[in-house]
């Protein structure tokens, strides 16, 4: 199970950090990703971070403003959201990769970027 | 940058109806990594089909896959009431790692 949290109204310029609770398998095994939707429109991959957290990507929209991480020893997942827009308002899914796929994904965390 | 592209954006059809859905990668992929995932409203998106054409855990055998080249097809052989959801295809990619197509909403007629 994934359980994702820490979403909430907040203005533009501002930050935020999600977190992603997985239990009910080894966590600390699998890579994992962040993705979102926007209201209406379809999935967008974001990040990803390998098992052991040493090999990390992001997409072009939020390289150097997204920061991924992991904490194996609480089986968690973070995404740290800094410099937010307005085209950042989404629900943001975390996914277990599972060689080809994602297999499991959480419920998502609304992020809203307003003043 | 491959890019994947669904067809149609929008498919009406009525229950029991035959449904396919099309996606189309820009430049030659592995069908290895080809995914497809169903998604209804509120709702995370279910894994259905991976590697092109295998079925994920319990997904119902009306529900199907395969690949030609940069030509992927979602069959959905009879539509069942709960079917009626958005598809989403996925590819991985070398850079930057993973990409979505923009989804097919299949809906009632």
């Known amino acids: 199970q994934l359980v994702e949290s820490g979403g909430g109204l907040v203005q533009p310029g501002g930050s935020l950090r999600l977190s992603c609770a997985a239990s009910?398998?080894?966590?600390?095994?699998?890579?994992m990703n962040w993705v979102r939707q926007a209201p209406g429109k379809g999935l967008e991959w974001i990040s990803y971070?390998?098992?052991?957290?040493?090999?990390?990507y992001y997409a072009d929209s939020v390289k150097g403003r997204f920061t991924i991480s992991r904490d194996n020893t609480k089986n968690s997942l973070y995404l740290q959201v800094n410099s937010l827009r307005a085209e950042d308002t989404a629900v943001y899914y975390c996914?277990?990769?599972?060689?080809?796929?994602?297999?499991?994904w959480g419920q998502g965390a609304l992020v809203t970027v307003s003043s | 940058e491959i890019v994947l592209t669904q067809s149609p954006g929008t498919l009406s059809l009525s229950p029991g109806e035959r449904a396919t859905l099309s996606c189309r990668a820009s430049?030659?992929?592995?069908?290895?990594?080809l995914a497809w995932y169903q998604q209804k409203p509120g709702q995370a998106p279910r894994l259905l089909i991976y590697g092109a054409s295998s079925r994920a855990t319990g997904i119902p055998d009306r529900f199907s896959g395969s690949a030609s080249g940069t030509d992927f097809t979602l069959t959905i052989s009879r539509l069942e009431p709960e079917d009626f959801a958005v598809y989403y295809c996925q590819q991985y990619v070398t850079s930057p790692r993973w990409t979505f197509g923009q989804g097919t909403k299949v809906e009632v007629k």
């Open positions: 009910g398998f080894t966590f600390s095994t699998y890579s």
């Open positions: 430049q030659s992929v592995s069908s290895n990594y």
């Open positions: 996914a277990r990769e599972y060689y080809t796929h994602f297999d499991y």
């Open positions: 971070i390998s098992s052991s957290g040493g090999t990390i």
